[in-house]
């Protein structure tokens, strides 16, 4: 079991940069990849990022690639967010998500994960 607790969403205006942060607590960090997931009003869940255990490898959805930027701090059990050039389109409820998995691309294939926290919300006007 892991717990994890999302931190450091708010409302920003559009271009600005934000980022969130996860700590897991619990079973050990490094067993898990760690994920990012959002969900806005109306839509279905997507899948943001994914990192390795070790941080080595990270993948992205195709259509945020390049603005977001997913890392972790194993020494403090805490998976980060940093996302730049925000659209309204954007705004979202972000969760961050562990899962026991080897292979990062099969969260990403999947859009399911194991383990999830409560969400923070994330809003970017215009």
């Known amino acids: 079991q892991v717990q994890l607790v999302e931190s450091g969403g708010g409302l920003v205006q559009a271009g600005d940069s934000l980022r969130l942060s996860c700590l897991a607590s619990?079973?050990?960090?490094?067993?898990?990849?760690m994920g990012w997931f959002r969900q806005a009003p109306g839509k279905a869940r997507e899948f943001v990022a994914a990192i390795s255990r070790s941080g080595g490898t990270s993948i992205y959805a195709d259509s945020l690639k390049g603005r977001f930027t997913i890392s972790r701090d194993n020494s403090k059990s805490t998976v980060y967010l940093q996302m730049s050039s925000l659209k309204p389109e954007d705004t979202a409820v972000y969760f961050c998500t562990a899962d026991p998995i080897v292979n990062i691309a099969t969260m990403k294939a999947r859009g399911e994960s194991d383990y999830w926290g409560q969400g923070t919300q994330v809003t970017v006007s215009s």
């Open positions: 619990g079973n050990t960090f490094t067993h898990y990849a």
